[in-house]
């Protein structure tokens, strides 16, 4: 198992959706070497202002600009360190989302 940590070469992209919305919106991009079933994404929740979360969508792209099927995995929020753990259909070619709201 990998982990993919946000803020390092990993190819993870963490951005804010809507700030100053009250409940942070986070998008995280999950780079094609992510392998679904397999690695874990982390994330400081506090680098957005947050230290728990209130729900999560995960959504797994299995070809470029196609319609991406719905992920699923564990989370754990330890401190503001959170945690997904992917489950899914193993390596693909174009990566995928994750939807993080948090508070």
Known sequence: MS???DGTTSGVVTTEIVPNAG????????PATFVWGTDAIIVDLADYGAS???GFLCFEETTEGSVAIAGTGTTAVSGTTLTFTSTGSGANTVGG???????
């Open 52 to 54: 728990d979360i209130s």
């Open 3 to 5: 982990d993919f940590t």
């Open 97 to 103: 989302t994750l939807i993080v709201f948090a508070y």
């Open 23 to 30: 409940i942070k919106m986070i998008s995280i991009r999950v």
